[in-house]
Every structure is written in C-alpha cells, then in structure tokens.
C-alpha cells in the first residue's frame, strides 16, 4: 500500500503504524533530528514532488491546523480525490472551532483526558508522552485502511479532540447516565479496585476487581503469609462489603506489599495468575523476557527502539528499519476493490470479547458496517453488565448498565452457555460463518473449545482471529492476568507519570485498554485488505510500550506544563504556545504578568479565555470535565455524541464515530442489545436452526 506521509506531531502515529503494517510510506518532509527522527520515521523513504506522489499514492495522510493543510482546496474538498486522504486536524474540518489550534496538551486537555490525571486539589495533568496525538494518529491509520476497504478515493475527517474525548472510558457516559463526572484522584480507579503500591524497592500496579478469584486468590496469598487480617471475616465475601470499605481493604494489602520487593510481588502475582504488575520505567523495556522473547523491540542501524503492537504479515519480526532515505515508491498500488455503502459492509464478526479493549474494537467494527454478533452468558458475568459499580445509572440492571450500552450499540447477542459441550459447538458452527473472530480470553482456552487458530482454519480458511490477550499468547509471561493498570505499569507509561521525588499515580482509566483496540482493529483490516486469513496474536502490553515514543532511546519525557487556574471552583485552562509568535501573542495578552501567569489567569472565566487566545493565534483549550464535552457546543455542532433509544434506557447520548468518511460514512444503526436479544434469530440465520432445535437449546440451558 502506497502511503504519502505529510504528518506532523498530530498524526505521526499513524504513519508509524502504517509503517509497521508494510506500507510503501514516503515523506517529503525532513523535519526532525537524532531520537525523534529514528522513532517516528525509521522505515520510510523522502522524496522531493509532492504533486506527482499524492497522484500514486493510495493513502495520504495528512494532518496538522486546519490553515497549513496542503491537500485541500479554498471550498474544503480534497486536492487529491481519487486517492484515499485521512485528514487529521485538531478540532476537525467542520464546526466553531475549525480553525483553534493545539498540540497534545491542548488536545488532551480539551478532550477529556487531561482532567483525569493529577492530584486532588492539584492541576490537572495529561497522561505522559503525548497520548492525545498518538491516538489521534492510530485513528488516522484506522481510517486510512477502512478507506482503502471502501474501495473509493474520498476525504476523511479524523478530530483529534474526538479521538481523545472517544478514549475516556466513562470520562463522559458517567455524566450522560447519572449526572456526574469522575474527578482527578491521583490514580485510583474509580470503579475498579486498582491501584499502585509502594513495594520495599520500588511500586506495583494491582488489585481485587473483575472475576472473585481475583479476590479469593488475594485473600489466600494474604492468608498464607498470615498478613490477610480481617479480610477472612465472612462479609468481606460480599464483594459490595469490599467496595463500600476499599479504604480499610487497600490499606491491608498494602502493608503486605511495602515488605516486599516490586519484582517479588509481580513474579509471585503472575504464578497466581493475579493481576500484578512492577512499575517499570521505559528504559527498562529492553530487559523485560516476554517483551525480548516475543521480539517486540526493532533495530534501526543497530539501535534498538520500541515495536509495533503486533507480528503484522507485511513486516515480520524480528523487524530492522532503515533510517528515513531518500527514495520513491517500490510497491504497486493496492488493487481498488468495489465500492461499497459502507467500509465494512458484508463483513461478519465474532464477538467473544468483555470487559473494554475487546468490545471497543468491535465497536469500531460494527459503526463501519459490520455485522458483529456478541457471544455472552449469564453464565459468564460481564463486569460492565453485571458488576453494580460498573453500570453507572442509578438503578440499573444488567440489560441497561451505561458502561455497556456506550461500548456495545450496533451489536447483535446471542446467548451461549459455553461451560457446556453443546455450546461450544454452536459457537463452532457460528465461528464457520465468521469473516472475523475477535477475542480476549486467556490463552489456551479457545483450544480447549476447538477454536484455537489451527482449528478455526480448518473449518474456515479464510477466517481472521484476533486475539486480545494481556502479553501475547507465546512467551514466559503469556500466562499473566493483565488489567489496563498493569499494563500501563508494564509498559513504562506509569512510571512517567511520577512527580520528581515522588510515587507514579498511574492513570484513572483504561486507556490501554483503548490503545490495544485501536491496534486490534488495524490488525484485522490490514488482512482483510489482504483477503487472507490469519492470527493477529495482539498484545496489550506491546500495544501500550509502542506508545511510548522515543522513550525506549532514552529521550527525556515531555513534562506536563501550561495548565493554569481560571475563575470558579476548579475550572482550569491549558495554554501551550508552540513557537516565537505565539509565545509574543501570549505576552501581548497577559503583558506584565507573563512570569506569574496564573495571577493573570485566574480571575478570568476559562471559556473566555480559551475564545481570545485563540482568536490571538495561541493554542489553548479548557480542560474539559465530562460534562463539559456533552455540552460543548463544537461537538455538538459536529455531531458527536449520538442518541440512540434504547428499550429500557431510553434515548441515551452515546460517544460517536471518529473517523468521518465522506462518501462510505459509518453509522449508529442500532442500541447496545438486551443479554440474549438476537439468539434465535442469529441462530436461524446463519446455522438454519428450527423451532424444535432452538427449543431443546433453552430446556438444556445452552442458550441464556
């Protein structure tokens, strides 16, 4: 696949993906030097006539201000129609705001994300190297491939705001569902019983959420150094006795954790299949055996530098890059297939995924055409269905929890006890019509259902499978029980989210979870434009540490800067000029209180301020609560949050599409399904089961 790279920070990500799929990517841009250019354009060639590369290209991705965009014309429309031309901007083409600029500060800090990191009572913080733009980039590969899947040249608006504001968890849905906002808190999960800990030697990321042998196998671990205390009295069973007392729970876990070292209580963790995890700082990625024996790490003129989330077919490990090089295209353009309404029209999905990651990447799936079909069991209770701290509106039950209606609308469910042999061989039958299966489970249990990737292959050769696992299904560690905390701490990201001389806070939402969904997604397209099956042995961990940038290289982290408080009760404003004329503009602004710029800005209302430093030329936003961007007039005005009528819920606001597609847009067809809404239907459809058959499935208990 051609791809004619004209990035700048917003979207190099997306390049760098791209990249790492076997795209034939040309720059005509040199514009970075030692570490930075090693990282985000090793593997890519510069050549010089821009015109006569965009006309062969298949793909070109573009991003930056909406006013140094180079590919569009006077009216809006693309320079370059017949190709596929990703253009991702900081607000977006359209709405109020088209023209405000921003780099990841400001787009974290607008979106959403900046607002869920710090301490109480201090500033808000964005997560460590520039997440905001690394997703706005990975959503610019995304569209990238479900424009060449759509089989025409067209325009496509990717919103860094909106991929970041998309990427929240319940940074958002918890004010749509229940009228409130998660709160910075200095890490510690709001819904989950996760947290880090200080170890004798350094800190842990862990806890007692999700299935109750995550607690169970806690307690005894506890019990067996007899350190569990009164955590073996009867009612700490109760796991909403647990919840409404964390504080006491937390605190004896973590005396029993301060005694020992940080790789004592991970090794010791992973034995137990815990979730635990040591905070490792990314210089120390190198080191990690599951990351060395999966060669994750690729070699550029003999550096070693972070990989890529997956062993993608077009270049696989282990992976040696050559430095940028003058050069042109060496591939012939990606065969143009029919087009289609939709990106993903006539592609059917397996849906074995629960919890986050999983759900996110079909989600994205099924708003592009997809038909996904949600396999689930009350048998086999879905925290973000079943878990009472999970469901986020008052009130509800498992059939309208807010957590899943955002994460699972445009999906069909089918109910299947697969603890029992007769629903691990409908789920078979099912996997036989599938184009795609996606999954999350521990690996080696789709081998004990048959499902394994050799298995699905005989029974349907040109089948995907997408696996989700924490740290890969090969490996020392493939074994370990992954929360999106300890992947973060795994990864590096945690420890950069350290103080100097103080404890990492971690992050307060699972945006690893997202991160790895995002390359879930790109994984299963890029075989699909292939036309070939194949396994997409995912790793979240490695998902998470090719996110780091340059770090593995040793380049210093972007310390979190220019949030300042503004008037009300903890309203604050991000302000981040990026060169000599906006920082004159700033200083034009503020005039002699530039040195003490939070006595400038404080008296000031935060919504005003951001409207005239921008109309100055100076990037800014408000950091954004989750209430904020429901109510944001700009994206609203872009449509992005959607209602959908939901029979229970009601008509309930969801987070939308970030890739817009012009000409093969993707839709919200349909809400999050009831457990076991589309059963007999799915089953009559695509296995032509009949009445008598659906029957014995329900008085055997195989279908609820």
Not at 329 to 355: C, I, K, N, Y
Request: charged fraction near 25%.
């Amino acid at each position: 696949m051609r791809v004619l790279d004209l990035t700048d920070e917003l979207a190099r990500q997306g390049a760098r993906l791209l990249v790492g799929l076997g795209a034939d990517v040309v720059r005509v841009d040199d514009d970075l030097t030692g570490p930075e250019r090693i990282h985000w354009h090793a593997g890519k060639k510069l050549a010089a006539d821009l015109d006569a590369l965009a006309r062969e290209a298949d793909v070109i991705l573009e991003s930056g201000p909406v006013a140094k965009l180079r590919g569009l014309h006077a009216d809006g429309t693309s320079r370059w129609p017949d190709a596929v031309h990703v253009v991702v901007t900081p607000f977006g083409l359209t709405g109020p705001r088209r023209d405000w600029l921003g780099g990841d500060l400001v787009l974290a800090s607008a979106g959403g994300m900046t607002w869920l990191g710090g301490k109480p009572g201090g500033p808000p913080e964005p997560p460590p190297r520039e997440q905001a733009c690394q997703l706005a980039g990975a959503h610019g590969a995304i569209a990238a491939l479900l424009g060449v899947l759509a089989g025409t040249g067209q325009l496509i608006d990717v919103s860094a705001q909106e991929a970041v504001a998309a990427t929240l968890e319940t940074g958002a849905i918890s004010w749509i569902h229940a009228g409130r906002f998660p709160v910075r808190n200095g890490g510690v999960y709001e819904h989950v019983a996760h947290r880090i800990f200080a170890a004798a030697d350094g800190y842990v990321a862990g806890g007692y959420s999700g299935s109750e042998r995550m607690w169970t196998g806690l307690r005894d671990w506890l019990a067996e150094e007899g350190e569990a205390g009164d955590l073996l009295d009867e009612r700490f069973a109760d796991q909403v006795v647990r919840w409404a007392e964390r504080p006491h729970v937390d605190d004896v876990v973590a005396r029993f954790v301060a005694k020992r070292t940080a790789a004592e209580v991970a090794e010791e963790g992973r034995a137990r299949s815990l979730p635990w995890a040591e905070v490792t700082p990314p210089a120390e990625l190198t080191r990690n055996p599951q990351l060395r024996d999966r060669q994750f790490f690729v070699s550029v003129d003999g550096i070693e530098d972070a990989g890529f989330p997956w062993n993608a077919p077009g270049l696989p490990r282990p992976v040696t890059l050559s430095p940028l090089t003058e050069g042109g295209w060496t591939s012939a353009p990606v065969q143009r297939r029919p087009a289609r309404s939709r990106a993903l029209d006539g592609v059917r999905v397996l849906d074995l995924t629960w919890v986050l990651a999983g759900p996110y990447a079909t989600k994205i799936l099924a708003e592009h055409g997809a038909d996904v079909v949600k396999v689930e069991s009350k048998h086999r209770h879905d925290p973000t269905r079943f878990s009472t701290s999970m469901r986020l509106r008052p009130d509800a039950g498992p059939d309208d929890s807010g957590y899943f209606l955002n994460f699972n609308r445009g999906k069909r469910s089918v109910a299947l006890n697969l603890r029992t042999p007769e629903g691990q061989a409908v789920l078979r039958e099912l996997a036989a019509h599938c184009d795609v299966v996606v999954e999350n489970f521990s690996p080696g249990v789709l081998a004990k259902w048959g499902l394994d990737y050799e298995s699905l292959r005989a029974i349907n050769p040109k089948a995907i499978l997408v696996s989700m696992s924490g740290v890969g299904h090969t490996g020392p560690w493939r074994k370990a029980v992954t929360f999106a905390d300890t992947l973060a701490a795994m990864s590096g990201l945690s420890a950069e989210t350290a103080e100097p001389g103080e404890k990492p806070q971690g992050l307060a939402f699972g945006l690893g979870d997202m991160v790895a969904a995002n390359a879930a997604v790109l994984g299963a397209l890029d075989l699909l434009i292939r036309g070939e099956g194949g396994h997409v042995d995912l790793s979240q961990l490695e998902a998470m540490a090719a996110t780091m940038g340059p770090a593995v290289l040793g380049t210093a982290r972007s310390a979190p800067h220019g949030v300042y408080p503004a008037a009300g009760d903890d309203r604050w404003v991000a302000i981040a000029p990026q060169d000599e004329t906006q920082w004159a503009a700033l200083r034009a602004l503020a005039s002699d209180e530039i040195d003490t710029l939070a006595a400038w800005t404080r008296p000031q209302d935060a919504e005003d301020l951001t409207a005239r430093l921008q109309a100055a030329g100076v990037p800014a936003a408000v950091v954004a609560t989750g209430r904020d961007l429901v109510q944001d007039e700009h994206l609203a005005e872009r449509g992005f949050y959607e209602r959908l009528d939901h029979p229970i819920a009601g008509a309930v606001l969801h987070e939308g599409i970030v890739a817009r597609l012009a000409a093969t847009p993707g839709a919200l067809t349909s809400p999050a399904p009831l457990l076991g809404q589309h059963t007999d239907p799915v089953l009559r459809e695509l296995l032509g089961f009949d009445d008598d058959r659906l029957a014995a499935l329900r008085a055997a208990g195989i279908t609820e």
